[in-house]
């Protein structure tokens, strides 16, 4: 394990530990009858010393064996010369469990404390259950500590990461409500502007207009009111720019048709399926443009057609007819198990009408409740409608598929 990635109660475990280390040598030094237990322990201490430092150790399953190995035969020397090396087999349990995998550390912990049983009868020390118990009993403890640490480790991990997954998860959810939000918000601000600024801007225009007609030409206040048209002129050509610049992307680059034609293609239409339980016929989460891409291979084949002479229509009534199609589609998509689709746009003498057809399982209007979630999928879709003068209707029956129609009158100046 790279210490610095250590707590410091791990810290102070393994401060622990060589303490441990470094008391029981002093005590097998003292205590050897001769010169060479004193210098075998000291060999032992340097062993460990230097493994303790080698940065190839803790990186290293093989360089830890290595040093394992000999600091195992410098303990071995020593337990051959004083039976107080007896205690160091505690420790070494520790070093075994910690540097080498489970496969080799168990079979090393029980020849160390193998080991450690027949040095305390090889120097003749008499026979008791104490003997065989103490190494073995040190042996189990270590062993239970190292493995269930290990696994209490193993499990922390676990959740760190799954802690990291949420806060990655919830940052993307928020950066998706606010891009929704700003959506909206342009969507807003863009219908705000025409239905006020602009549409008071083409009245104060047309009412100098009609001004200039009824003033004598030699009139002083002529000069004014032009003035004055020319500037309410110029300030409605801004405001027109505001709403298309605040208009949906999908609309930023081409016209209604352009659009709805692209929401038919393979690929950008709506994911085949709702969440488990989702009430049919609520509003589709949008994406960055507004679109809903299928999933590989998903959903319908959507054919759009376009009838009448088109005309160009208000931004208002481009998003809503964009953002109905978007959301009818979707549902037809993700709950009618629909085989074709077909949207259809129409411009007619007084009024522009857009229908959502598909020939799947149908359902029966009359019983359509909002979600639990919240959902309002046809509410939206009326509200919308009824927002700008027009109708909105759902024709369906279980098993005869479903018809969306919208129709919204023209503006004064855009009839076909």
Do not use: K
């Not at 190839?56 to 290595?66: D, E, K, N, P, W």
């Not at 019983?367 to 700008?388: H, I, K, Q, Y």
Request: net charge neutral; glycine share 10%; proline share 9%.
């Amino acid at each position: 394990m790279d210490p610095r990635s250590l707590t410091p109660a791990l810290r102070a475990l393994r401060l622990c530990l060589h303490l441990l280390m470094a008391g029981l040598l002093v005590l097998a030094a003292v205590r050897a009858d001769s010169a060479a237990g004193t210098v075998m322990a000291v060999v032992m201490g340097a062993v460990y010393a230097a493994g303790s430092y080698l940065p190839s150790v803790r990186s290293s399953q093989r360089a830890a064996a290595a040093w394992l190995a000999v600091l195992g035969a410098s303990w071995l020397g020593l337990l051959w010369l004083t039976p107080e090396a007896l205690w160091l087999a505690f420790p070494l349990y520790f070093l075994q469990l910690h540097l080498l995998p489970t496969r080799w550390s168990l079979p090393a912990v029980a020849l160390t404390a193998g080991a450690a049983i027949l040095s305390y009868v090889g120097h003749g020390a008499a026979l008791n259950p104490g003997v065989f118990i103490g190494p073995l009993l040190g042996a189990a403890v270590a062993v239970a500590t190292v493995l269930g640490y290990q696994a209490l480790y193993r499990e922390s991990e676990r959740r760190r990461r799954l802690i990291e997954e949420l806060i990655e998860t919830r940052a993307e959810l928020a950066a998706a409500e606010r891009h929704a939000g700003t959506l909206a918000e342009r969507e807003r601000l863009a219908r705000e502007i025409h239905d006020t600024l602009a549409q008071g801007l083409s009245s104060i225009q047309l009412l100098l207009r009609a001004a200039e007609r009824v003033l004598p030409p030699d009139s002083p206040a002529a000069g004014h009111i032009g003035r004055a048209r020319e500037a309410a002129q110029d300030n409605l050509a801004e405001a027109r720019r505001f709403v298309r610049a605040l208009s949906p992307p999908d609309l930023e680059h081409g016209s209604l048709a352009a659009a709805l034609e692209r929401l038919c293609e393979p690929g950008a239409g709506p994911p085949p399926e709702g969440p488990a339980g989702a009430n049919p016929y609520e509003p589709p989460p949008e994406g960055p443009s507004g679109a809903h891409p299928y999933g590989p291979g998903g959903g319908p084949r959507v054919r759009f057609s376009v009838s009448g002479t088109p005309v160009e229509l208000p931004t208002p009534y481009e998003v809503a007819l964009l953002r109905i199609a978007q959301s009818a589609l979707a549902n037809t998509v993700r709950h009618a198990s629909a085989s074709r689709a077909e949207i259809t746009l129409s411009f007619m003498d007084a009024s522009v009408t857009l229908d959502v057809v598909d020939d799947g399982r149908g359902f029966d209007p009359a019983s359509v409740r909002p979600s639990s979630d919240g959902g309002f999928g046809l509410p939206a879709m009326r509200s919308r409608a009824e927002s700008l003068g027009g109708t909105f209707t759902v024709e369906s029956a279980p098993g005869q598929g479903t018809a969306v129609a919208v129709s919204l009158p023209l503006p004064a100046g855009a009839s076909a």
